[in-house]
């Protein structure tokens, strides 16, 4: 059981380049989200997704797309890279169990530098 | 806006309790308080939540006043693997947000020898 995984560990883009994170998990949780954390900073929610094939903005979801294609797997997309997105970026998801409350398993995160 | 209010930093001496407070004046009726913790940079971890009553489990104990206005993290004896950031958290019931968390500066612990 790997939990949640995410690919690549590092990556340094050019601006203007484009690249896809990809976030995945074995868990069988309907919910996935993709955080961001800039230096000194706590994290800051970019898009989640409640389901397979949806796919909902949070707080700072400008310059990036998500799909959920497939239950296990969330992908984050930046279609043109500014040296604002550098950031570590975090991946998680979680199951709803009753009572409406649940636990986020976050993933080891993705270094992500622009130049 | 984070809905909480923690102390930017704590000491704590290896073997003793650490005891982190947590401010939370507006919050309402059907939301929860939990929190995680991110030890040096590594994705955050979850420790605990509670509604209304106290709870403990095998990481921690959570205290929750009686007005819900206020609450406390408590690790009962804090090893030096314990330091990092603790993020407490508030939020409603996942139906109405979608489960989304609202993280803070935090405040980081540092465990000492």
């Known amino acids: 059981n790997a939990g949640v995984t995410q690919t690549p560990k590092f990556r340094v883009l050019k601006t203007g380049q484009s690249m896809t994170l990809l976030c995945a998990q074995d868990m069988n949780h309907e919910y996935m989200y993709w955080y961001r954390q800039d230096p000194g900073m706590g994290l800051r929610l970019i898009h989640y997704s409640v389901g397979e094939g949806t796919t909902a903005k949070g707080e700072v979801p400008d310059g990036y797309n998500v799909s959920r294609l497939k239950k296990q797997n969330f992908l984050l997309g930046l279609e043109s890279a500014a040296p604002s997105q550098t950031s570590v970026y975090f991946c998680a998801s979680s199951y709803l169990p009753g009572g409406g409350t649940d636990t986020q398993y976050f993933g080891p995160g993705t270094r992500l530098t622009v130049l | 806006d984070a809905k909480t209010t923690q102390p930017p930093s704590m000491d704590c001496a290896e073997g003793r309790a650490a005891n982190l407070p947590c401010n939370h004046s507006t919050i309402s009726g059907n939301e929860y308080v939990y929190w995680y913790r991110q030890i040096h940079s590594q994705g955050p971890q979850y420790i605990i939540h509670g509604l209304k009553n106290n709870e403990t489990n095998e990481m921690a104990s959570l205290i929750i006043t009686e007005d819900r206005k206020s609450s406390t993290l408590i690790l009962p004896h804090a090893t030096l693997r314990d330091t990092a950031v603790y993020y407490c958290?508030?939020?409603?019931?996942?139906?109405?947000?979608?489960?989304?968390?609202?993280f803070g500066q935090g405040t980081e612990l540092s465990v000492k020898p």
């Open positions: 958290i508030v939020r409603p019931s996942i139906y109405n947000q979608g489960g989304k968390l609202i």
